[in-house]
């Protein structure tokens, strides 16, 4: 009895460790492939709204991004 619930608590620590790490590097991965936002789709986005960005707006917009990283 002791030892079948000592075999589950191992085997949920085990599967747990095992997700973390499997999902870690999943998402390693896509990060990889799909970066995060930057100064071209920023430029692009507002370009799309009606507005020409200078540099400066771009910078305060690619600090307000990495900020919510």
């Given at each position: 009895m002791l030892?079948?619930?000592l075999l589950v608590v191992v085997g949920l620590v085990i599967g747990l460790?095992?997700?973390f790490f499997g999902a870690r590097?999943?998402?390693q991965k896509y990060l990889k492939?799909?970066?995060p936002?930057?100064?071209d789709?920023?430029?692009a986005?507002?370009?799309q709204m009606g507005r020409k960005p200078n540099q400066k707006q771009i910078n305060q917009m690619m600090k307000a991004m990495?900020?919510?990283q």
């Open positions: 030892q079948d619930i460790v095992v997700g590097m999943f998402m492939k799909n970066p936002i930057n100064e789709m920023i430029k986005l507002m370009m990495e900020k919510y």
